[in-house]
């Protein structure tokens, strides 16, 4: 029974360290690259910041098709949105990018709309 114990407190060790370890590679991954972490990144400036598409989601805003997606780099998450767009060819969850734009926050979430962007490998 011990044994079960130990192995329960193992797994549970391993399960709920997962997004932190996954936060931590992605900052190892993308840290010497990006001109600002996202966290640190100033809003309603121009800022370059790279991340991992963790969610890509069609939601129109006010009758205008707008492609969304989270930009996690391991510090913060980014909410990326295009407006006007119902699909973007090589934008998809797990996929490297870098934007370049302005943050904003929008209903209390840090976005920003319409940047430039560069597919990574």
Avoid: C
């Avoid at 370059?48 to 492609?67: C, N, S, W």
Wanted: aromatic letters at 4%; a positive charge.
């Amino acid at each position: 029974m011990a044994e079960k114990t130990g192995l329960r407190a193992r797994l549970s060790r391993w399960a709920s360290s997962g997004p932190d370890l996954h936060a931590e590679q992605l900052r190892r991954e993308i840290g010497d690259q990006a001109e600002h972490t996202i966290s640190e990144a100033p809003d309603r400036a121009q800022v370059t910041v790279q991340g991992q598409l963790r969610t890509v989601t069609l939601r129109p805003r006010g009758g205008v098709p707008a492609l969304e997606a989270e930009l996690d780099d391991g510090s913060a998450v980014l909410v990326v949105v295009w407006l006007g767009r119902r699909q973007i060819t090589g934008i998809a969850p797990g996929r490297n990018l870098r934007v370049t734009g302005r943050i904003g926050v929008f209903e209390g979430v840090r976005s920003m709309y319409n940047p430039r962007y560069e597919l990574l490998p």
